[in-house]
């Protein structure tokens, strides 16, 4: 079955930096486009980043624009989520998202279950 894991979540202070990972397993890695989506406490889902199944195209919100890197390595069934400058704001827990074709405009069909983000002082 797809199964997306999440895991670099953690305890950082503003101006920091973290590494997000998501490693998928349960179907062809090099299929899909991958996102991250976020949601802080107490508001809704928010996509950050997504990245084509060839990894060769790259989209980000402007809330994370020239903050965040999303990159992947399709020998290692793995997505990454660079980020540096880090506010208060991006408190949040992370989903590492599978659409369900090449790009990320296709539809989102599996959820990991998240890793928390915590940017505090």
């Known amino acids: 079955q797809v199964q997306l894991v999440e895991s670099g979540g953690g305890l950082v202070q503003p101006g920091g930096s973290l590494r997000l990972s998501c490693a998928a397993s349960g179907f062809t890695f090099s299929d899909n486009g991958i996102s991250w989506v976020r949601q802080a406490p107490g508001a809704g889902l928010e996509w950050l980043s997504g990245?084509?199944?060839?990894?060769?195209?790259?989209n980000y919100a402007d809330s994370v624009k020239g903050r965040f890197t999303i990159s992947r390595d399709n020998a290692k069934n793995i997505v990454f989520l660079q980020m540096n400058s880090l506010k208060s704001e991006d408190t949040a827990v992370y989903y590492c998202?599978?659409?369900?074709?090449?790009?990320?405009?296709?539809?989102?069909?599996?959820w990991g279950k998240g890793t928390l983000v915590t940017v505090s002082a």
């Open positions: 998202v599978k659409h369900d074709g090449l790009s990320t405009q296709n539809g989102m069909d599996y």
């Open positions: 990245i084509n199944s060839a990894g060769g195209y790259t």
